[in-house]
């Protein structure tokens, strides 16, 4: 553990924080149980540390109790286990009263003006104060702007009477999931680490060390805030960067994912992004919003951020565009067309719907009068989302269903799609994944 920024004049105030933390006697509560906060959960507590998990969502909380995942990537013998070791969940917020440790994983969406919506955070922030006490640590893990640390959650946490670096520690750390990467998890996953005060900063690393292979401490929470949007914007630009391209490639008539695999040969300067429908999960559509919002206090306009975020926001529509020309092709009209969306999920090979551009698909298609379905073996039903209402089951993909549809739209590359049956059955699929890099009569890019 890097300890550049440790004050030990600020030790001995935090000396019983510390204390337990080494000997792993500390409690743990970890507020919002989703794709964040739950493996979170899980990682703490087999760790050795005692852990509560809240959330407001009673359906998850009875699941958790009787030892059932509700995330595809989890597996419901980690529940068992950390349940049969002490794991508490619970949806009463006192219980916050009882620990040592307080992580906010709770969501940071947009509001309908593109503009942050921190309402969750600081509802939750005002539940919790009931119960906040001296000695305790909170940890904002949430994706927000530059400030939201001292400006929303320092300014509550005094008015409630405690003062922070002395008797209260208050840190910022990105959530860095990748929900579904084999190759990475919780504990793997490099930990970002700000600090209100240096003694806060020296209690998070502290903390963070103890389920974290490695962690990053960093002079500031706004600094620590930064760093999530800049990750997240890095890839958005790209990604925004290669759609565009790919909408060329497809006027000119050249396969972009054979030239991107070629230029990636480069062994220097390039890195291979792949272009799709759109962009879903809950960062990279968001969470550039979230800064180009905090740079207007500052009378900065970020043009290329938000260029960016135009263009990835309209690929569902121009992939709508491909799916309305290619049926016209073929003697036919989206409206009372049957099409099936194959992947609900935004990314492969997970059950995670967040921002998914399917959702977005599914809604155009059904808007201009397409008689809408949808396969995902990852996700049996229709999910609640929160712009989004379908009442829809995924349809099983045998060779006599895929026939019964007009078009067959690859919005998510599954792994265990059967892309030969696919091919074999269907009359036409719109392939936004590259796919199928053969020719296939019934095969269209896009």
Same mark, same amino acid.
């Given at each position: 553990?890097?300890?550049?920024?440790?004050?030990?004049?600020?030790?001995?105030?935090?000396?019983?924080?510390?204390?337990?933390?080494?000997?792993? $006697?500390?409690?743990? +509560?970890?507020?919002?149980?989703?794709?964040?906060?739950?493996?979170?959960?899980?990682?703490?507590?087999?760790?050795?540390?005692?852990?509560?998990?809240?959330?407001?969502?009673?359906?998850?909380?009875?699941?958790?109790?009787?030892?059932?995942?509700?995330?595809?990537?989890?597996?419901?013998?980690?529940?068992?286990?950390?349940?049969?070791?002490?794991?508490?969940?619970?949806?009463?917020?006192?219980?916050?009263?009882?620990?040592?440790?307080?992580?906010? +994983?709770?969501? /940071?969406?947009?509001?309908?003006?593109?503009?942050?919506?921190?309402?969750?955070?600081?509802?939750?922030?005002?539940?919790?104060?009931?119960?906040?006490?001296?000695?305790?640590?909170?940890?904002?893990?949430?994706?927000?702007?530059?400030?939201?640390?001292?400006?929303?959650?320092?300014?509550?946490?005094? #008015?409630?009477?405690?003062?922070?670096?002395?008797?209260?520690?208050?840190?910022?750390?990105?959530?860095?999931?990748?929900?579904?990467?084999?190759?990475?998890?919780?504990?793997?996953?490099?930990?970002?680490?700000?600090?209100?005060?240096? &003694?806060?900063?020296?209690?998070? $690393?502290?903390?963070? &060390?103890?389920?974290?292979?490695?962690?990053?401490?960093?002079?500031?929470?706004?600094?620590?805030?930064?760093?999530?949007? *800049?990750?997240? *914007?890095?890839?958005?630009?790209?990604?925004?960067?290669?759609?565009? =391209?790919?909408?060329?490639?497809?006027?000119?008539?050249?396969?972009?994912?054979?030239?991107?695999? &070629?230029?990636?040969?480069?062994?220097?300067?390039? $890195?291979?992004?792949?272009?799709?429908?759109? =962009?879903?999960? #809950? +960062? *990279?559509?968001?969470?550039?919003?979230?800064?180009?919002?905090?740079?207007?206090?500052?009378?900065?306009? /970020?043009?290329?951020?938000?260029?960016?975020?135009?263009?990835?926001?309209?690929?569902?529509?121009?992939?709508?565009?491909?799916?309305?020309?290619?049926?016209?092709?073929?003697?036919?009209?989206?409206?009372?067309?049957?099409?099936?969306?194959?992947?609900?999920?935004?990314?492969?090979?997970?059950?995670? /719907?967040?921002?998914?551009?399917?959702?977005?698909?599914?809604?155009?298609?059904?808007?201009?009068? &397409?008689?809408?379905?949808?396969?995902?073996?990852?996700?049996?039903?229709?999910?609640?989302?929160?712009?989004?209402?379908?009442?829809?089951?995924?349809?099983?993909? /045998?060779?006599?269903?895929?026939?019964?549809?007009?078009?067959?739209?690859?919005?998510?590359?599954?792994?265990?799609?059967?892309?030969?049956?696919?091919?074999?059955?269907?009359?036409?699929?719109?392939?936004?994944?590259?796919?199928?890099?053969?020719? #296939?009569?019934?095969?269209?890019?896009?």
């Amino acid at each position: 553990m890097d300890t550049r920024f440790v004050d030990t004049d600020n030790l001995s105030a935090a000396s019983g924080l510390l204390a337990k933390i080494k000997d792993k $006697t500390a409690k743990v +509560c970890i507020v919002g149980l989703g794709y964040v906060g739950l493996p979170l959960a899980l990682r703490t507590r087999e760790v050795g540390f005692h852990v509560i998990g809240l959330d407001v969502d009673d359906e998850k909380i009875e699941q958790l109790r009787q030892g059932k995942s509700y995330i595809n990537h989890i597996q419901p013998e980690r529940i068992h286990r950390s349940l049969a070791t002490g794991f508490l969940a619970s949806s009463d917020f006192s219980v916050a009263q009882e620990a040592d440790i307080i992580i906010l +994983c709770v969501p /940071t969406p947009l509001n309908k003006y593109r503009e942050p919506d921190l309402s969750y955070v600081e509802d939750t922030v005002d539940a919790l104060l009931p119960h906040l006490r001296m000695g305790q640590m909170m940890s904002l893990e949430s994706t927000t702007y530059p400030g939201t640390t001292e400006e929303v959650l320092l300014p509550k946490i005094k #008015h409630a009477g405690l003062e922070v670096g002395t008797d209260f520690h208050l840190v910022y750390s990105p959530e860095r999931e990748d929900p579904g990467n084999p190759e990475f998890d919780t504990r793997s996953i490099p930990k970002i680490v700000g600090g209100c005060t240096p &003694a806060c900063l020296d209690i998070g $690393t502290h903390f963070y &060390a103890s389920i974290i292979d490695r962690v990053v401490p960093v002079s500031s929470t706004r600094t620590a805030e930064l760093i999530k949007l *800049i990750e997240n *914007i890095h890839r958005a630009v790209n990604i925004g960067l290669v759609n565009e =391209i790919k909408i060329i490639a497809d006027r000119m008539g050249i396969d972009i994912h054979e030239a991107i695999d &070629a230029a990636a040969t480069k062994p220097f300067g390039f $890195t291979a992004y792949y272009p799709g429908p759109g =962009i879903g999960g #809950h +960062c *990279i559509p968001i969470d550039p919003f979230y800064l180009t919002w905090k740079a207007r206090e500052y009378n900065l306009h /970020t043009h290329f951020i938000e260029l960016a975020g135009e263009i990835n926001a309209n690929m569902p529509g121009w992939v709508v565009n491909k799916v309305i020309n290619a049926l016209n092709d073929r003697g036919k009209s989206l409206k009372g067309s049957r099409i099936l969306v194959l992947g609900l999920s935004y990314k492969k090979n997970t059950d995670d /719907t967040r921002e998914s551009p399917s959702a977005v698909l599914l809604d155009i298609l059904a808007g201009k009068g &397409a008689l809408v379905a949808y396969s995902d073996p990852y996700i049996p039903r229709f999910p609640k989302m929160r712009n989004y209402e379908f009442k829809l089951e995924s349809v099983a993909l /045998t060779p006599g269903n895929i026939a019964q549809f007009d078009a067959l739209l690859l919005a998510t590359d599954h792994d265990n799609f059967d892309y030969d049956l696919l091919r074999e059955h269907a009359r036409l699929i719109i392939d936004t994944r590259g796919i199928y890099r053969d020719s #296939h009569d019934n095969v269209v890019s896009a």
